[in-house]
């Protein structure tokens, strides 16, 4: 079954202790990347990814790392996590770019973090 | 500059009432795609439609309808004979030029009461 895996899918932890969300799918895609959701804002697009070591900035990138090594996986790296990243953030992908022949952009279930 | 905008934040029916989420775009490009997704009380982004911006014909599919109305910038959605199980947050987005990024609207609250 086509996926991309998120995990944890909830998470509460503590001002500055780092914490890494990782994001894998299984439909060989090259495009990843990392949303945030914030009621109010909608979504904010954090990273991504065009394809192996390559990442870029979205909207939203303080406070964030990600890392692409491999084409399946890209983790979100928080290396000290703050309350105002207390969100729901969800990895997406797709074949090439945002919009690809006949692929939409498929997410994961989400993470809800909470940073106190 | 790129925008979408969904001017309904939160709607309420009755089920089997028909109803339409407006959705309106803004973008220079000529090429671009519009999309929505739809958000259920689970959390999760469950994909709806993809149109491109030199396909205008309009899509029905089951009880869900789009209407793709370059004139107007507006890419609305209707549900007809609404459902409870179609209670979700409702987002529209936009790709345009050579932009990487969805552009999200704020989402439009649907609730099905029975």
């Known amino acids: 079954e086509a996926q991309v895996t998120q995990n944890p899918r909830y998470l509460i932890t503590v001002t500055g202790k780092k914490l890494t969300v990782t994001c894998s799918q299984n439909?060989?895609?090259?495009?990843m990347s990392w949303y945030r959701q914030d009621p109010g804002l909608g979504l904010r697009q954090i990273y991504y990814s065009m394809n192996v070591e390559v990442t870029d900035k979205g909207d939203v990138p303080e406070g964030y790392k990600v890392s692409r090594k491999e084409k399946r996986n890209f983790p979100l790296i928080l290396e000290s996590p703050s309350p105002n990243q207390t969100s729901l953030y969800f990895c997406?992908?797709?074949?090439?770019?945002?919009?690809?022949?006949?692929?939409?952009?498929?997410f994961g279930d989400g993470t809800r973090l909470s940073i106190l | 500059a790129q925008k979408v905008t969904q001017a309904q934040t939160e709607i309420s029916v009755v089920e089997k009432e028909d109803v339409t989420l407006d959705c309106v775009y803004e973008t220079r490009d000529t090429t671009y795609y519009l999309f929505w997704y739809k958000q259920p009380p689970s959390g999760e982004l469950v994909f709806l439609i993809r149109?491109?911006?030199?396909d205008e014909q309009n899509e029905i599919s089951g009880r869900y309808s789009w209407n793709f109305q370059k004139s107007t910038s507006s890419f609305n959605f209707t549900i007809t004979a609404s459902q409870v199980v179609d209670s979700a947050v409702y987002f529209c987005a936009l790709v345009a030029g050579n932009n990487r990024k969805l552009i999200w609207g704020l989402g439009t609250s649907l609730a099905v009461n029975p």
């Open positions: 149109r491109n911006s030199f």
């Open positions: 439909m060989n895609h090259e495009y």
């Open positions: 997406a992908s797709s074949l090439q770019g945002v919009v690809s022949s006949n692929q939409p952009q498929h």
